[in-house]
């Protein structure tokens, strides 16, 4: 990656490809192990930094395989010169790119299609016509790319996603005062290396300003805030700074995603912040968890800093790893998330709620069948709180579920929802109608892959509507948000073939008539 001394974050112009849009010219498929990348010039050559691939040709009637060569002073966009290209005959086109699969899931080659008009059929025909001599391993084992494109739907005002030159994926999605929104997530970089995100859009999903962060190591913002003058606030983890293998970080910004400032927080620990809050003297509150060297039992943690990011106080909650912090309606603080019985080793999900002093006023954990995981929180209009998330229940892969409890943390419903395969939630809001709406993933229910999953429950937690979303690939919505006009938008990734699985950070926003 290129760090980023002046503090103002690597701005990464971003574009939404929208539904129906087209595809670049460049492809990039992060493996297990190593990356593909390619990239097309016009019908005449395409270069790949991976040798034993394969370009395709229209030869005639057929379509051939011919092998690129080693080819170092060719300017490619991968910034070294481990290069092999192919360039076209005068009686030849460039159609397409088979990719072998190497460093994917099970053996295979992917047929990826020239996206420069360069021929007039589609992948289908190709494979029915190529000559399996000329492709080597790759003959009987070759199949489409699957291209990630999400559909129209009629319940979809907007869906997208966003291009980036590597694997990226939102984490988290809030609704900005001028009614766009802003996603924080992860984005992998050029030299490997994993970078912090933020991406802000208008209301229409059109990018204002896309940002990474980081050093030479990992860094991934899970939570962001709009700050009381006009800024953001992001927390989550860093490797590259600070102490221990990782630590809670807070990045703070302008209004353009420039740095302000960057704290790290912990003791020579595991420490990630998984939510943020800026209380009312302008400073901030982190919540996370904490885990000795060497152990795998975590703690729940939070961290109280003023304006300026300097720690004014922490406090560790025995017990179990957070996947999501809210503010309560008294000022106070409330962590979900998953602990573990030192008995049965089952896991369960686990509420804390706090005084605005991080002193714990509450603690209890849910004991129902096939509810492991929290992934998502919210306080609900009686005060008491609504958490989601996924677990595994009997004949199940894993099921998305919702538990409601009252304001002291007692169960008062549990439902789940889904079908044969997995589901699982990592959002949940309440609806002005007292009901609530869940967001995740389902690879039940057909699904190719897996697809973006929308319920909406009724207050009493019973299904309303739910529906199935996404492309050919494997999609999943982190979090989502109401929007102004009644809707909703939720944010995630998608992502491409089975056998190697590039992501793109989506936006998904609905229409306001979902019942």
């Known amino acids: 990656m290129t760090n980023d001394d002046s503090g103002t974050g690597i701005d990464r112009r971003g574009v939404l490809k929208m539904i129906g849009g087209t595809t670049a010219g460049i492809g990039l498929l992060s493996g297990t192990a190593s990356a593909h990348r390619w990239t097309f010039d016009g019908c005449e050559s395409v270069c790949t930094d991976t040798d034993g691939n394969y370009a395709v040709v229209e030869a005639g009637v057929r379509y051939e395989g011919r092998k690129p060569q080693a080819a170092p002073e060719r300017d490619a966009p991968w910034g070294h010169d481990n290069t092999f290209c192919y360039t076209a005959a005068d009686d030849e086109r460039v159609v397409g790119f088979i990719e072998e699969d190497e460093y ?44 990630p494109t999400l559909p129209e739907a009629d319940w979809v005002d907007f869906a997208g996603t966003f291009e980036s030159e590597r694997d990226a994926s939102a984490q988290s999605l809030i609704r900005t005062t001028d009614g766009g929104f802003a ?63 990782s630590s809670g970080w807070l990045v703070k910004t302008d209004g353009e995603g420039n740095v302000e400032f960057t704290e790290a927080y912990g ?85 804390l709620k706090t005084d605005e002093e991080g002193n714990e006023e509450l603690s209890t954990v849910i004991d129902s069948e096939g509810v492991d995981q929290a992934n998502a929180l ?19 892969a894993g099921e998305c579920w919702l538990v409601k409890t009252d304001e002291a943390g007692n169960e008062e419903f549990t439902r789940s929802y889904g079908g044969e395969a997995l589901d699982l939630a990592d959002g949940v809001v309440q609806t002005d109608d007292g009901g609530f709406a869940l967001a995740g993933l389902t690879e039940s229910f057909d699904a190719e892959g897996s697809d973006i999953y929308f319920v909406r429950t009724d207050e009493a937690g019973e299904v309303t509507s739910e529906r199935v979303y996404g492309s050919c690939g494997h999609d999943r919505a982190r979090d989502l948000v109401r929007t102004a006009d009644g809707g909703f938008a939720l944010a995630g990734d998608v992502a491409g073939s089975e056998r190697i699985r590039p992501t793109e950070m989506a936006l998904v926003k609905t229409t306001t008539d979902l019942e």
């Open 104 to 147: 994917g899931k099970g053996e295979g080659c992917t047929l990826h299609v020239n996206p420069n008009d360069c021929v007039s059929v589609g992948a289908d025909e190709i494979l029915s016509l190529i000559d399996g001599t000329t492709i080597g391993a790759c003959d009987d084992v070759l199949y489409p790319a699957c291209d």
């Open 378 to 396: 919210a306080q609900t209009a009686d005060g008491g709180f609504a958490l989601a998330g996924s677990g595994v229940a009997e004949g199940r």
């Open 183 to 245: 996603l924080v997530g992860r984005r992998l970089t050029g030299d490997g290396d994993i970078d912090a995100s933020l991406l802000v859009t208008d209301g229409d999903g059109d990018v204002e300003f896309d940002r990474t962060y980081g050093g030479d190591e990992t860094e991934v913002t899970y939570d962001v805030v709009e700050t009381s003058d006009g800024g953001f606030a992001m927390a989550g983890l860093t490797e590259s700074y600070g102490d221990g293998s």
């Open 267 to 351: 003791d020579g620990r595991r420490d990630r912040a998984y939510g943020l809050v800026q209380t009312a003297d302008g400073g901030f509150v982190l919540g996370g968890d904490t885990t000795p060297p060497d152990s795998l039992d975590s703690d729940f943690w939070l961290v109280k800093t003023d304006e300026a990011g300097t720690e004014e106080f922490t406090r560790t909650y025995d017990g179990g790893t957070v996947e999501a912090m809210i503010r309560t309606s008294d000022g106070g603080f409330a962590l979900a998330g998953t602990t573990r019985s030192d008995d049965s080793f089952e896991n369960s999900p686990r509420l």
